[in-house]
């Protein structure tokens, strides 16, 4: 992971749906700027999900400075498409037609142009070149891409391709072609795929990897996400003898003080969840270890299960610092929330006060 962090120019984040390519885009974002790197995390779906992640009520078409060296955007077709006709000489086209019904002449005329323009912009933002005193915006090291799932990522970033084979000359053929030069090359490109420790995303994950490969497109490896932390480890052994008899607990308890809240039966549920956990636990390990079987020696990591959720820039920069080792100025990507939505923090703080609330009381 991190001789990706520190390489690659643009990292495809995807895998079977809600299983956190957008929170895991945000992370690995976070973590490459916390080690230097000048870092673009963009979505293309429309769906505002990295907004909240960095603080944010929204994300647009502009690159919006989310944290020290990390910029964010959502990348907008309409946008892309008005950007695309100025660069080729469209515009008076654009100027002929009212918007709407150029839109739709282009749609109908060449679908998949849409997903076109997407990898296009991506595409752009990751070759961009430092334009000294340009005004526009700057370059980057890394584009952090929050991609389509598993089942629609090779279609989709194929679509220049697709769409250039209509054309064997010309602009749209020659950006088809850097398109494909830098999505092919292993030494810029890496695709990275998300994975829960369940039954189905396992599978579609060995699938999802064969296909990409089968594509031709470089798989760098596998993020394992929401992995239930194993707590008790060898201690798990004593489980089924406290619950037959839960009096060792309640002695302990007892010598804690908590004694007059936990009897016998609350000592039992307590048991029972922690069986339960750990039979999680084991579950999860035996499908990490299939999945690390299948995956044949590609690189994964994992990532804890967060209780709370994930709902903002602490939680992205909690997960950040997994993906890298811990040191100095690591996963420092994100810059203070009250720098950047003051109502946010505001709930935040009003969120830890009640959390030290109730935890004095
Ligand atoms: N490590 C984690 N611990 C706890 N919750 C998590 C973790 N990672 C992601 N989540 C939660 O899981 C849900 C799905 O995550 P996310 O939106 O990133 O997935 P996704 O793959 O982008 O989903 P979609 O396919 O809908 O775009 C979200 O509610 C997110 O907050
Ligand atoms: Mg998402």
Known sequence: ???????????????????????VA????????????????????????????????????????VGERLHALAVDPDESLREYLARYGFAPLARLLTWANLNRFITAA????????????????????VRPGSGGPGAYDLVVLDAPPTGRVVPFLRAPETVAELARVGPIRH?????????????????????????LPVAETLEGVAALREAGLPVAGVVANRVTGDRLGGRAARLPALARDPGPLAAA???????????????GTLVEEARDRQRLVTRERRLLKELRAGLDGLPMVELPFLAGGVAGPEEV?????????????????????????????GRDQARRAAGAGSGGG
């Open 110 to 129: 060449a679908p998949g142009l849409g997903d076109v323009l997407l990898v296009g912009k991506v595409w752009e933002a990751a070759t961009r070149q």
């Open 253 to 267: 308890a007892a010598g804690a003080g908590a004694g007059a809240e936990l009897d016998r039966a609350a000592l």
């Open 317 to 345: 920069r909690a997960l950040a610092g997994h993906l890298v080792p811990a040191g100095p100025g690591a996963a420092a990507g994100v810059v203070e929330e009250q720098e950047l939505a003051p109502d946010r923090s």
């Open 1 to 23: 992971m991190l001789k990706v962090l520190d390489r690659a120019r643009l990292l495809v984040v995807t895998g079977k749906g809600g299983t956190g390519k957008t929170t």
């Open 26 to 65: 945000a992370s690995l974002g976070v973590a490459a700027a916390g080690r230097g790197r000048r870092v673009l995390v963009a979505e293309v779906e429309g769906r505002q999900g990295l907004a909240g992640l960095f603080g944010r009520g929204e994300l647009d078409y502009r690159e919006a400075r």
């Open 175 to 199: 950006q088809a072609d850097r398109v494909k030069d830098l999505l092919d090359d292993p030494e810029r490109t890496a695709v990275v795929l998300t994975c829960l420790p369940e039954e």
